[in-house]
């Protein structure tokens, strides 16, 4: 059974970077068939996507978040990262990571999200 | 653009609910549905428009191409009240519609 859990700080200052981990078990991040995600959701409201690293460590990025965001990956810990840097009041979210079906075409399989609150 | 309708739809056990997504370009059948619950992540129901995923219930059918889609949900379950979001992959960067709530 594949599971995702996302960890981090939950407190993050303005102009600060939010730093999250994302760790993958029952299923490899090496995996050639899935893209590796982030979506973040701002409580209420709808779902944004933000973008994805595959096994091969490329990374496709959200044009209206690519200049703050940067994905890694640590294949020995089978987890995948997120950064985002100089936030805003504005990049307070649940913060999920998921994976990406590419023979799918969707999201099957999400963590359970962490709230990520941008205050001083 | 996904545009979600309508925005709540209020039914009771045992009706049918029929939620609607709309596309502001052609997005074949790269279209999904997620149901949400309170405090809960997205779960997936259906992708490619039409294909119930692993362990969802068969009164969840999914229809539609290009720019119009539905789902169907053939008699209520208590526990299908929830928020349905439908989300596209046809162009980037993937996008979500705004969600519709269902509620009794």
């Known amino acids: 059974q594949v599971q995702m859990q996302e960890s981090g700080p939950g407190l993050v200052k303005p102009s600060e970077t939010l730093s999250l981990t994302c760790t993958v078990s029952?299923?490899?991040?090496?995996?050639?068939?899935?893209?590796w995600t982030w979506i973040r959701q701002v409580p209420g409201k709808g779902l944004e996507w933000i973008g994805y690293?595959?096994?091969?460590?490329?990374?496709y990025y959200n044009p209206s978040l690519e200049s703050r965001v940067s994905m890694s990956r640590d294949m020995s810990k089978n987890e995948f990262s997120l950064q985002l840097s100089s936030v805003t009041a504005a990049d307070t979210a649940v913060y999920y990571c998921?994976?990406?079906?590419?023979?799918?075409?969707?999201?099957?399989?999400w963590g359970h999200g962490t709230m990520v609150i941008v205050s001083s | 653009v996904l545009t979600q309708s309508p925005a709540t739809l209020s039914l009771s056990p045992g009706e049918r609910a029929t939620l609607s997504c709309r596309a502001s370009?052609?997005?074949?059948?790269?279209l999904a549905w997620y149901q949400q619950k309170a405090g809960q992540a997205p779960r997936l129901l259906i992708s490619?428009?039409?294909t119930r995923a692993t362990g969802i219930p068969t009164r969840f059918s999914g229809s539609g191409s290009g720019t119009d889609f539905t789902l169907t949900i053939s008699s209520l379950e208590p526990e299908d009240f929830a928020v349905y979001f439908c989300?596209?992959?046809?162009?980037?960067?993937?996008?979500f519609g705004q969600g519709s709530k269902l509620e009794i």
């Open positions: 989300h596209q992959r046809s162009d980037w960067p993937y996008t």
């Open positions: 029952g299923d490899s991040i090496d995996s050639k068939i899935h893209y």
């Open positions: 690293i595959h096994y091969s460590g490329g990374t």
């Open positions: 370009q052609n997005v074949a059948t790269y």
């Open positions: 490619e428009a039409s």
């Open positions: 998921a994976r990406d079906g590419l023979t799918t075409y969707a999201f099957d399989i």
